[in-house]
Structure formats: C-alpha cells, structure tokens
C-alpha cells in the first residue's frame, strides 16, 4: 500500500515562502501521479498542483500558477510543492496523494480533481497572516 507523508507546513507573513514535502513510500512502480490539495475551514477540497512521475506533465490551479511549483525526485521518492509569494488566501490543510489506478493518465485534464486519486497522507498546515 502506498504510504504518504506530508512535511514542511507553518506559519509565514504574506509575501513569503514555504516548502511542502510528500514523503512517497513506493513512487515509482505504482504511481502514477501526484497531486497537492488543500482544503480551507468551511471549503471544499481544492487541487493545487499535480505532476507525473515517470512522465513529464504538471498543472496548477489558477489561483496558484506563477507562485507555486510543484517538482519531483524519484531517487528520494518525494514531491515538491514550493511555495513561494504567498497570500492569506492559501491558508489551508495541504494534502498530497497519489493516484495508483492511472485515472490522471487517461483522463489528464481531470488532474486536479480529488476523485482521481486513491491514495492520501494526513496533510500539513500553512498558515498566511497579513
């Protein structure tokens, strides 16, 4: 079963940065994406960024593209999110998961949907005062 665990959350001034990590117990021969989600208090589950593991491919939501990058290294099964220009807005529970079925695969321009992925970590806190 694929393990997830989410790392590097916590509280920044607006204008600055974090570094989400997704430690990935078996990235390679299962996954085939991976994607962060967060979910604000009262909100519903929102896709940030997602990223193919053995082939090139991210997407961001629009809320996040030019500020957000998602990255990878298979060598040390974890993913990236970095974050960078941060706004009070992107308070939230991140969470990463994987997808193991090939949903993203077959129907990419679903990436950012929280259906297409059957595997999750426990998710990390980020916190963006004004």
């Known amino acids: 079963m694929v393990q997830l665990v989410e790392s590097g959350g916590g509280s920044v001034q607006a204008g600055g940065s974090l570094r989400l990590s997704c430690a990935i117990a078996?990235?390679?021969?299962?996954?085939?994406?991976v994607g962060w989600f967060r979910q604000a208090p009262g909100k519903m589950r929102e896709g940030v960024a997602t990223?193919?593991?053995?082939?090139?491919?991210?997407d961001y939501a629009e809320s996040v593209r030019g500020r957000f990058t998602i990255s990878r290294d298979n060598a040390e099964n974890t993913v990236y999110l970095q974050m960078d220009s941060l706004k009070p807005e992107d308070t939230a529970m991140y969470y990463c998961?994987?997808?193991?079925?090939?949903?993203?695969?077959?129907?990419?321009?679903?990436?950012?949907?929280?259906?297409?992925?059957?595997?999750w970590g426990q998710g990390t806190q980020v916190t963006v005062s004004s």
């Open positions: 078996d990235i390679s021969d299962s996954v085939a994406c």
């Open positions: 990223i193919y593991t053995n082939r090139d491919g991210t």
């Open positions: 998961a994987a997808d193991t079925i090939g949903y993203t695969v077959a129907t990419p321009k679903f990436r950012l949907l929280a259906t297409g992925y059957n595997h």
